[in-house]
């Protein structure tokens, strides 16, 4: 089991967007049936095959960290929450299509997780705004993943995904957008892409 | 003509009250979410708006600005306006979002709204019979029934939240009951909570791995059946199976112990920034102002437990008490009608917006710490039902504080309702949230050290 390089990767977003569902449907190949909110961080493992096939073929551990929790918490909230952010592989965050403002906390989520992941020669910024410059020079690839797809009604799809579309350019990151979780299809929908990362998603297989 | 001018002012003043609602609305409860329900938030503030025009009738009572039969008009109109609000429009919206939030009962939301409505109404009707509060010569429909109920309610809560308020607010000042965290507590505490979760990892890690194998080797999850299935289960290893749930439950345990461990580093850490606060200027200024609330907390208990066991009922006002003792005692003469009047409309504005600030920020408080982005417009509409119930009891009870001459349109509004039960009540519910707070959180600063000795 040592033996086996680790992988951590951070799941992070408002409470109610289906953090822990994701993760368990990640990680267990199931619906879970009965979500109920995330007390500090629950972690979950996937074995993963990364470029199956190939002679480069190697097996990894991907832990997913899911942290609960909202962005607007107490300030003992996250500097306890910070120890979770050491030494990160790679950051999920993950949003709800149906409300607006978890899209936008999405941007001090990752404020939050990188500022605490930052090099000591790297610069900390302070005032909190966003920085897209920040993005650019990231080391740390970005998934988003947009959940709840099949709650919005036919005529605002296209303004939704165009705007999510925007969101994910701004990351630099790639983005994927699930149905709801209770469906046995989960209907993956990939827009954008950047070759920035060090392993692949794309080889996630859902029952 | 002057009913005119005064109709105006008094509706210009109920849509700036309304704005300030709504802009609290927006800005402090709900920044995190996103509102859909514009019905919440006009609900809230139109509930808001209500409540703080009685207020805005008391001073106005008390400084005899507008004409009086136009401020009686008001005070009825008003009374009756938020009545029906609290009454009716607030408890079916919770009803509704409640129901909308089942799955099962999509289909007839509107029915079952109205059915819980009913079932709110049958309550607050029983509601009236333990209590003393009517004379019996009221009709079943009059609007000192409904009164006195949301009466009842409203003074329950205020002196629930004033009980806990009076012991919480000096033991939340004053740093003498702070812990002793240093850093290096903390540093400990975070290794282990990082310990716990490395050990879960691992665990599931192994998980992960027997199933993967076990998957490979084509073994099923499930155990199998029939006649072969136990010859068969008999031979082969069913260890994979039992070890994966011995694996689960320790796997379960530290869970637990992962989540406990977070919150007590919170714990610390909230505390540890206390400290931090309690060494700079504005703490210094916190901690002496706790002492002195201290004080008066211990003073508010004993008097509470003297009304109660000498059934005594305050006749007169703070206010003609203080300037009947400058005089009879003091000897230093002044007008007592002049001075009374502005004393006391100090002292009632000081009062009302001291509990109007506290209320929206307990309730503020309250709101972060439950809602969800789920249960939102549910949690609100309960806010905006118990802020509208608070507000009305508090010009109840109010009717004490202010001299006599002022009181007499708030009992010719409200009715004849036995005033004396209420604030007897008030009394009683306030000893009882006042010693419980203090048993519960000397338990909970008792409970807080030992932990950390167990460390």
């Known amino acids: 089991m040592a033996s086996l390089d680790r992988v951590k990767v951070l799941v ?159 990351f630099n990151a790639e983005e994927i957008n699930l149905c709801e979780m209770n469906f046995p299809f989960i209907s993956l929908q990939m827009t954008g892409f950047t070759d920035r990362k060090r392993f692949s998603f794309k080889s996630l297989h859902y029952d | 003509m002057s009913f005119l001018v005064d109709s105006v002012i008094m509706f210009t003043s109920q849509v700036l009250f309304f704005g300030f609602g709504w802009l609290f609305f927006m800005r402090q409860l709900f920044k995190d979410y996103e509102v859909r329900q514009y019905v919440v938030q006009v609900v809230f503030s139109v509930t808001f708006a209500f409540s703080c025009t009685m207020f805005e009738l008391i001073i106005f009572e008390i400084l005899g600005a507008l004409s009086s039969t136009s401020r009686y008009f008001h005070w009825k109109l008003n009374l009756y306006v938020i009545l029906l609000v609290l009454i009716f429009v607030v408890p079916f919206y919770i009803g509704y979002f409640v129901v909308s939030n089942i799955r099962l009962l999509q289909r007839q939301k509107l029915l079952f709204a109205c059915m819980v409505w009913f079932t709110f109404m049958y309550f607050f009707w029983k509601l009236g019979d333990p209590f003393p509060i009517l004379s019996p010569k009221h009709g079943i429909l009059s609007i000192e029934q409904l009164i006195s109920r949301v009466g009842v309610i409203g003074v329950t809560l205020m002196a629930l939240l004033s009980g806990f308020g009076a012991v919480n607010c000096p033991y939340t000042y004053m740093s003498y009951f702070l812990r002793n965290v240093t850093d290096s507590d903390i540093l400990a505490l975070e290794r282990r909570l990082l310990q716990t979760m490395d050990m879960i990892v691992s665990k599931k890690k192994r998980i992960a791995m027997t199933r993967r194998q076990m998957y490979q080797r084509g073994e099923d999850q499930n155990k199998q059946t029939g006649f072969w299935g136990m010859i068969k289960s008999v031979t082969s290893t069913q260890t994979g199976s039992e070890n994966l749930s011995l694996i689960q439950q320790e796997v379960d345990a530290l869970e637990e112990l992962s989540r406990q461990l977070f919150l007590e580093t919170v714990d610390l850490q909230a505390t540890k920034e206390r400290i931090e606060y309690s060494k700079t200027f504005q703490g210094k200024y916190f901690n002496f102002l706790g002492y002195f609330f201290s004080i008066y907390c211990v003073w508010k208990i004993f008097m509470a437990t003297i009304n109660i066991v000498f059934d005594r009922v305050g006749k007169t006002d703070p206010v003609t008490r203080g300037i009947e003792i400058t005089v009879n005692y003091l000897g230093i003469q002044f007008d007592v009608k002049f001075w009374s009047q502005h004393i006391s409309f100090i002292l009632v504005g000081i009062i009302i917006v001291t509990s109007i600030r506290g209320l929206l920020i307990t309730l503020t408080k309250f709101f972060y710490a439950i809602s969800s982005s789920k249960s939102s417009n549910v949690i609100v509409l309960v806010l905006a039902q118990i802020m509208g119930m608070y507000f009305v009891s508090s010009v109840l009870l109010m009717r004490m504080s202010m001299p006599l001459e002022y009181r007499s349109i708030v009992t010719e509004v409200l009715g004849e309702l036995q005033f004396n039960f209420y604030h007897r009540w008030f009394d009683v519910i306030f000893l009882v949230s006042a010693l419980s707070s203090i048993l519960f959180l000397y338990l909970a600063h008792k409970q807080a050290p030992e932990k950390h000795m167990a460390l």
């Open chain 1, 12 to 170: 992070l977003g408002d409470s109610g967007v289906g953090k822990s569902s994701l993760v368990h449907l990640i990680c267990q190949n199931q619906v879970f049936g009965n979500p109920s909110w995330t007390v500090g961080c629950s972690v979950d493992v996937r074995v993963q095959d990364y470029k199956e096939g190939t002679p480069e073929e190697k097996t990894f551990y991907i832990e997913l960290w899911d942290i609960g929790g909202s962005v607007g918490s107490a300030s003992s909230v996250k500097s306890t929450r910070a120890v979770f952010y050491n030494s990160v592989n790679g950051i999920i965050l993950v949003h709800d299509l149906t409300n607006k403002k978890s899209s936008q906390n999405l941007y001090r989520w990752s404020m939050e997780a990188l500022n605490k992941d930052s090099s000591p020669t790297g610069v900390i910024v302070s005032n909190g705004e966003y920085d897209r410059e920040q993005f650019v020079e990231n080391a740390v690839p970005l998934l988003l993943i947009g959940t709840k797809f099949d709650q919005i009604p036919e005529n605002k799809r296209s303004e939704v995904l165009t705007r999510t579309a925007f969101l994910s350019e701004d």
